[in-house]
């Protein structure tokens, strides 16, 4: 089976709706390799922006201005959502090992509303910093934390777009490509905090 074979399977389709000579022997779906080349696209956007962060914290060290770069505290707030998100990660986990569909949407649910309670939980973490005074344009690793928790924020709301349609359209077999995207999301967000504490 070639990759464009693959790319132009309809996996949304249930499995009998499909030729079932095409669909002989192990193969991966469309969707997992969509999903695949659109992990590796967003690990290296993150990536270079981290090794920027990473060198402009370091060009700021090796030149001594002090007032250049100012890091922002982690107030308890930011650990609450990294549990929220954790847990929302959990739930579709839950959802993919399910072989019951009403406990497998009841998961998946459950795990959009933490994603949703996890954005809800960084609007209130951005309001906070704003509030003491942490603006974007104050210094560079202000406008890195903002730039960095958006993206995030702007991939979370694509895993609510996936979620909604696998939920509204029943379309339980592609729960494990969304439980599988929520983690990947876990993965960038612990790297995202560990790179803005560690500073």
Not at 35 to 52: E, I, Q
Not at 67 to 74: F, G, H, K, N, S
Request: proline share 4%; aromatic share 12%; hydrophobic share 55%.
């Amino acid at each position: 089976m070639t990759i464009l074979a693959c790319l132009a399977e309809k996996s949304w389709e249930p499995a009998s709706d499909r030729n079932p000579a095409a669909s002989s022997g192990p193969r991966p779906s469309a969707g997992g390799i969509g999903l695949g080349v659109y992990f590796a696209v967003a690990l290296v956007m993150f990536s270079l922006l981290g090794a920027a962060y990473v060198m402009r914290m370091g060009l700021h060290a090796s030149m001594g201005h002090a007032d250049d770069w100012v890091a922002m505290p982690d107030p308890p707030l930011l650990w609450i959502n990294s549990g929220i998100l954790a847990a929302s990660s959990i739930a579709w986990e839950i959802a993919r090992r399910s072989f019951d569909n009403g406990r497998t949407v009841r998961a998946a649910a459950t795990g959009a509303a933490l994603g949703l309670a996890f954005l809800i939980g960084q609007w209130l973490l951005w309001h906070h910093y704003l509030g003491q005074g942490y603006y974007l344009s104050s210094n560079p690793a202000n406008a890195f934390f903002y730039l960095l928790t958006a993206l995030h924020g702007l991939h979370i709301l694509g895993g609510f777009v996936a979620a909604a349609w696998v939920l509204a359209a029943h379309n339980l077999h592609n729960v494990r490509l969304c439980a599988v995207y929520w983690h990947f999301l876990l993965f960038i967000w612990i790297l995202i905090a560990a790179l803005l504490v560690s500073t």
